[in-house]
């Protein structure tokens, strides 16, 4: 699994996490009923999963369209003003410390080799690795999947306890618990310390939870 993949998981999960659960308990101290819980919660969650993963894929499509862009520019410039690309590939290899001597012999290879010029040239000027491509497509699928997944725990509760108040300790501790396996799994994917990470996205999940559920109290209350 590639660090972009994981990005969207985690992105998904905790969004789904935060907002199911500050939903459900701010509803539960409202005293809604069972029914208006059930509705109300699987209803955002499908909002949730709808938004978010169109959210992702434009956010995808777009960056990599720029970065098209960014290629497509330097083809452009690399075809038309060959001498002040070399220039610029000369100024980038002699800052990485290369000498003029070995500068001259990148610069003449990439002279007989058009197509690693430009991609040696958009990767070093402008950070872009066309083989690193995300697919809009996948990334939204992935994203919308994690919101589900991230949801469930918050929500499963209350399909099998009738009673909202007497549902949320469980709510909370399965929210809790989730929290921290999602830090534990990505410190063992990041090599970070386990115990820290987790803590630390039960830290943050708690917190959001918590002002999400102040608000939906309020909110309810006015209403």
Known sequence: MNGS?????????????????????????????????????LTAVWAAMISMAIGSYLGTHSEVAFQQAVVARER?????????ELDEMRVIYENYGFSPDEVAVFLRGFQR?????????????HGVLPETWESPISNAMVMAVAVLAGSIPPLLP???????????PLVLVLAGVTAIGLGWVTARLTSQPPLRLALKFLALAAAAMLLGSIMGSLLGKVG
């Open 5 to 41: 993949r994981w990005r969207e998981i985690v992105f998904g999960m905790n969004d789904g996490l935060v907002a199911t659960t500050g939903l459900v308990t701010g509803m539960t101290l409202t005293g809604a009923s069972h029914l208006t819980m059930i509705t109300a919660t």
């Open 158 to 168: 209350n399909l099998v306890i009738s009673s909202p108040q007497h549902s949320l």
């Open 76 to 84: 452009w410039e690399l075809d038309n003003h060959p001498e002040e």
């Open 113 to 125: 080799d058009p197509e690693l010029w430009l991609r040696l040239m958009i990767r070093d000027e």
